[in-house]
C-alpha cells in the first residue's frame, strides 16, 4: 500500500535541451541514475535520456558529445505518478522491460524510481 512518492529519494537528474550531451553525461554519472530527464526551457518534459542511449550515440563518433540535448529524437518517457502504488510501479517495469521510471506531479518531473528502488522496500 506505499505509494511511489514515499520511497523517492528526492534527487531529480534533470538536463536542459541547450546542455551539450558531454554535459548531461556528467549530471547522469553525478546521480548514479542510468538516466537524465529532459526539459525544454520553459520546465517541460521533452523525454528521458538513458546510458542506452548514450552507447547507441556514440555509436556515430564521438563528435556527438558536443551535441545539444534538443537535437535528439525521444521516445515519450515510461512515467508514473508519485500518488500511484508500488504495485503499479512494478507493473510497469515488467511490461515496458526497463530499469527506471520517470515520476510526475502535475505533470512535471520530480524524481526517477529505480528498479532498485522496490527492491529495497519490499
Do not use: C, W
Request: net charge negative; aromatic share 4%; glycine share 10%.
Amino acid at each position: 500500500t506505499m505509494k511511489v512518492k514515499e520511497i523517492l529519494n528526492g534527487e531529480n537528474p534533470v538536463v536542459h535541451t541547450d546542455m551539450k550531451l558531454a554535459e548531461a553525461i556528467v549530471k547522469m554519472t553525478e546521480f548514479g541514475f542510468g538516466a537524465v530527464t529532459i526539459e525544454d526551457l520553459d520546465g517541460h518534459v521533452v523525454g528521458v535520456f538513458t546510458d542506452g542511449d548514450l552507447r547507441r550515440k556514440l555509436a556515430d563518433g564521438r563528435d556527438i558529445l558536443n551535441k545539444k540535448m534538443g537535437e535528439f529524437d525521444y521516445k515519450k518517457p515510461i512515467s508514473i505518478k508519485g500518488e500511484e502504488l508500488l504495485n503499479e510501479a512494478h507493473q510497469l517495469f515488467t511490461k515496458h522491460q526497463v530499469d527506471t521510471l520517470l515520476v510526475l506531479n502535475n505533470g512535471k518531473a520530480v524524481g526517477m524510481l529505480d528498479i532498485q528502488d522496490l527492491e529495497k522496500n519490499r
